[in-house]
């Protein structure tokens, strides 16, 4: 089952994403320049190979809802992400404002 809802961050509408999978859920909250995801995201990809596609990202582990994703701290976040002042520990509300 996928599920899509809008939530409010900061000035805009940004759109989460459940996606029920056998055994786990992905989940992702995106704004029109970036967005985090729950475990499932490779970093280290989006880094390395698609390096060249300057993708916004952070990803934040150990959650199972959209609201839990939207609280937790990053664990992990892109090189571009940085570069937008997006940082590790920094909690998924306050990356997505700084992705407006």
Known sequence: MIRMVPYTVGNITVLGVEVKLPK????????????????????????DRLKDRGI????????????????????S?????????IKVGMRGYEALVLMQ
Do not use: F, Q, W
């Open 24 to 47: 786990t859920t992905l989940l992702t909250l995106s704004t029109d320049k970036g967005y985090i995801m729950c475990g499932a995201l490779d970093v280290s990809l989006l880094n």
């Open 77 to 85: 976040v892109t090189l571009t992400a940085e570069e937008h002042g």
């Open 56 to 75: 916004i990202a952070g990803r934040a582990v150990g959650v199972k809802t959209l609201d839990e994703l939207l609280d937790a701290p990053l664990e």
